[in-house]
């Protein structure tokens, strides 16, 4: 109860207020009056205060995210600043860096929506996964047209980094046979997975039974270049025909110092 001594004419009445941290109207707190003593009436019992919101405007913002191929999405955080009473939206949409749609993302646009008090939300975006040895790459997330009572904040617009996943390839070279009259053979030489990497490898022919200049023609020490994506060649090696009977005969096509 309250209680005024005689010829007081003003009581207050503290209230305490809470600081909550959310963006939100001004709001009222009604303070009612009841039950005056016998010596007292009221003249209007009822009184508001306001409570005068000092939370500003929150800003939105998103995260730089990563994630390997086989993950499956790029998972963007968009953040608020702080949270607010009201509904929130803002609009999204993909950008290519040097990843680019749809090889490596599949592009999108969209809206978020913050409900109140709700601080962060996901956008997924599907990555592709191949099986080519390359450097990690990267695509964008903008963010833009925020709704009332809400800005754009720092950063804005973010890039999420798709992981390479790959083993750089292997390289290897077939056997081949063929008759002293066909006059050549040719070797194919197979990387076990694409690069986006120039991808080389030396070669030289070596005796086994057969003897080079008799039997076959020697071929020195030489590179054998894979332009990015390319993932065969062939290296042909001249045969020596002669009038001997003999048996079957072997040489070597050795590979060496691949570079990748």
Known sequence: SLACGVGVQFQPIPVAIVDDGI????????????????????????????????????????DSPSAGEAAGNMNFTV?????????LTVD??????DAGTPD??????????????????????????????????YFWLALSNPSAELTLGA?????GTIVDDDAAPTITIND??????????????????????????DFATSNGTATAGLDYTALATT?????PLETSKTITVTLLDDNIDEPNETFFVDLSNPVS
Do not use: K
């Not at 999204?92 to 860096?97: D, K, P, Q």
């Not at 008759?179 to 080389?200: M, R």
């Open 223 to 227: 590179t054998l270049n894979f332009a």
């Open 79 to 87: 953040s608020l600043s702080g949270p607010s009473a009201y509904t």
């Open 176 to 201: 081949v046979s063929g008759a002293e009259a066909g006059g050549t053979l040719t070797f194919t030489v197979t990387l076990s997975n694409p690069s986006a990497f120039p991808v080389s490898v």
């Open 104 to 137: 490596d993302y599949t592009g999108g646009s969209g809206t978020v929506t913050f409900v109140p008090g709700d601080v962060s939300e996901t956008v997924s975006i599907p990555i592709i996964s191949d099986n080519i040895d390359e450097a990690d790459e």
């Open 23 to 62: 963006d939100e109207p001004d709001e009222s707190v009604l303070m009612t009056l009841s039950s005056p003593s016998a010596n007292g009436q009221f003249g209007d019992p009822f009184g508001y205060g306001w409570i005068i919101d000092n939370e500003g405007t929150p800003t939105v913002s998103v």
């Open 155 to 159: 950063p804005s617009s973010n890039y």
């Open 92 to 97: 999204w949409a993909t950008n290519n860096g």
